[in-house]
């Protein structure tokens, strides 16, 4: 049972995928981009949408992830 529980936590953290993330302002891109590792397309965004407004500072209204 151990074995499987350990396996299931090593082989959930493979799966944790780059994305690159566009910030958007009056729903047009504004050029440049953050990379982010995320599990989801939705965690990324919550997580490129911190970056932008907190870490950098740049005014944001949503972000685009692929």
Do not use: H, P
Request: charged letters at 30%; proline letters at 0%.
């Amino acid at each position: 049972m151990k074995k499987l529980v350990l396996l299931g936590l090593v082989s959930s953290f493979m799966f944790a995928v780059t994305l690159t993330c566009y910030r958007y302002v009056d729903g047009e891109a504004t050029g440049g981009f953050v990379k982010v590792e995320a599990y989801s397309k939705y965690e990324a965004e919550k997580k490129a949408l911190k970056k932008y407004i907190d870490d950098l500072g740049y005014k944001t209204d949503y972000v685009k992830c692929k």
